[in-house]
């Protein structure tokens, strides 16, 4: 028994299948019926290293149930299905970006534009030039506690899965040193004797 787990666009399905029913021509079949799929689409699966790998072959079917690893509940197949992305279609994508610091927090987000995410294309996020993380929705982001202060620079690049580089877009925002808080002051005021103790009161004066 193999248990197959597709993602598709943001729907993820899962159903079981008999080993030695499955070959390469039923895989797909039972992947247009799922998805109602029409057009051209690639299928990838994850390998035990978590690496994509393109299955477009019986061939490459076989190799990828031989290297799953084997349970008593049955072996997880994870697959991957995009939408091929037509040269000839009319595509502008663009990708707009948000920074909103609140206190501590830095909350940077983006949107993309005239692309699918993810079934087209993928978003990498950097902040001050260093990776942030990769998005597959067409409308993601981060937040950030206790970023130093001073100017800070927040970069989107939409990247096809041909790994073409389809837009990007780059925000410069800055995050401002908090002001420190005030401690309210303790003064000594107004003694009073009992019984030849002397008891004094605590009054809190605001700065």
């Not at 990776?131 to 096809?160: K, M, N, P």
């Amino acid at each position: 028994m193999v248990v197959l787990k597709v993602h598709y666009n943001e729907t993820v399905k899962r159903f079981n299948v008999v080993d030695s029913s499955l070959n390469y021509e039923v895989l797909c079949e039972i992947l247009r019926e799922l998805f109602n799929l029409r057009g051209d689409y690639n299928i990838r699966y994850t390998d035990d290293e978590g690496d994509l790998i393109s299955l477009s072959s019986e061939e490459e079917l076989v190799y990828a149930l031989e290297d799953l690893p084997r349970s008593a509940s049955g072996s997880i197949l994870r697959l991957r299905v995009t939408d091929v992305l037509s040269s000839s279609a009319p595509v502008n994508p663009a990708v707009e970006l948000f920074a909103d610091v609140d206190g501590n927090t830095t909350r940077l987000s983006f949107k993309a534009f005239g692309v699918d995410l993810p079934s087209q294309a993928y978003a990498i996020m950097t902040v001050n030039g260093k990776f942030a993380g990769r998005v597959e929705v067409a409308h993601g982001g981060l937040a950030i506690v206790d970023l130093a202060a001073g100017q800070h620079l927040y970069q989107v690049s939409v990247v096809s899965h041909d790994d073409v580089l389809l837009c990007e877009s780059s925000l410069n925002f800055a995050v401002e040193l908090a002001a420190p808080v005030k401690k309210p002051a303790a003064s000594l005021s107004n003694p009073e004797v009992h019984s030849n103790k002397v008891v004094v009161k605590l009054t809190v004066e605001e700065n």
